[in-house]
């Protein structure tokens, strides 16, 4: 099963932006994961499958790894923080 969390993370709160690996991190470290346990899903190439694999997580793009939450296992159980 995989447990989906939606997690919001401004680039002004952590003063990194994307493809900088720092506010990936700092998206682990509010979750209190490992950025080895973390599949980021994005649909930018470049600032999010770049960056969230520099920080240790592994990247899926969207639109060609994946076409849809049920390829990822989504099954409408998440939590936000």
């Not at 969390?5 to 493809?19: D, G, M, R, T």
Request: proline content about 4%.
């Amino acid at each position: 099963m995989v447990l989906a969390i939606i997690l919001l993370s401004f680039s002004n709160q952590v003063a990194a932006e994307k493809p900088n690996p720092t506010i990936f991190l700092k998206a682990c470290e509010l979750l209190e994961v490992k950025p080895e346990d973390v599949v980021h899903v994005g649909d930018d190439r470049r600032n999010d499958i770049w960056g969230a694999r520099d920080a240790g997580c592994d990247a899926w793009l969207w639109g060609s790894d994946v076409h849809s939450f049920e390829e990822v296992g989504f099954n409408n159980q998440y939590r936000t923080r």
